[in-house]
């Protein structure tokens, strides 16, 4: 069994940052990618930044040049910097883990941090 572990969200005025972290813990053999997507309000859930064991990075266009995804994969874990935060960045931030158990390769979701950024 497999959960991930997010913490670091909460309320900050534009113009600020957060640092969100997850831990993935449970039977994991390896993990291939570490990410976070977001989902606000009426929207549906988009990439903010993801990162392969490889150390390939992908970032969604809003947030590029803004936030900085980190991983200690020892640790299994990874962390999302944003900085410059804007109102529109308002949104459930979802850790997520392609990685693989004894049993089976899948996507695991964590169960969601607020981060909420007043103008």
């Known amino acids: 069994q497999v959960q991930l572990v997010e913490s670091g969200g909460g309320l900050v005025q534009a113009g600020g940052s957060l640092r969100l972290s997850c831990v993935a813990c449970g039977d994991l053999l390896s993990i291939n990618v570490m990410g976070w997507y977001r989902q606000a309000q009426g929207k549906e859930r988009e990439l903010v930044a993801a990162?392969?064991?490889?150390?390939?990075?992908r970032y969604g266009d809003s947030v590029k040049g803004r936030f900085t995804i980190s991983t200690e994969y020892a640790k299994n874990t990874v962390y999302l910097q944003m900085n410059s935060l804007k109102p529109e960045d308002t949104a459930v931030y979802f850790c997520?883990?392609?990685?693989?158990?004894?049993?089976?390769?899948?996507?695991?979701w964590g169960q969601g941090t607020q981060v909420t950024v007043s103008s």
């Open positions: 990162v392969s064991s490889g150390g390939t990075t």
């Open positions: 997520n883990v392609d990685g693989l158990t004894r049993t089976t390769l899948r996507s695991y």
